[in-house]
């Protein structure tokens, strides 16, 4: 199985950046699909982005496209989230997870490793 450890959060003004990694261990990330997922205060975990074990395709929740950035670099065995223009409404704890199913999802019960979380505050 394969252990997920996330960094990169941080409290950062509206408008600006982060970059959020997950580091894998114990076997490779290129075995799984990878996603993000970001709870926040008093609301369910919620899917953010996904990238594919087999194409490489990346999906996005409709209110991070054009903002966020999923890749994954195998040699590292790291998968990022690039965050860019940044909103209040982004504030959430960012969670890591990966999926050995064939078929990358956005369904948060289709994953079955979870990191521990990374908190993003984006300030007004």
């Known amino acids: 199985q394969v252990q997920l450890v996330e960094s990169g959060g941080g409290l950062v003004q509206a408008g600006g950046s982060l970059r959020l990694s997950c580091a894998a261990s114990g076997r490779a990330i290129s075995a799984y699909n990878m996603g993000w997922f970001r709870q926040a205060p008093g609301k369910e975990r919620a899917f953010v982005a996904a990238?594919?074990?087999?194409?490489?395709?990346?999906f996005y929740v409709n209110s991070v496209k054009g903002r966020f950035t999923i890749s994954s670099d195998n040699a590292k065995n790291t998968v990022y989230l690039q965050m860019n223009s940044l909103k209040p409404e982004d504030t959430a704890i960012y969670y890591c997870?990966?999926?050995?199913?064939?078929?990358?999802?956005?369904?948060?019960?289709?994953?079955?490793?979870w990191g521990q979380g990374t908190q993003v505050t984006v300030s007004t």
């Open positions: 990238i594919s074990r087999s194409s490489g395709s990346t």
């Open positions: 997870a990966a999926d050995s199913s064939f078929l990358v999802s956005q369904n948060l019960r289709m994953y079955d490793y």
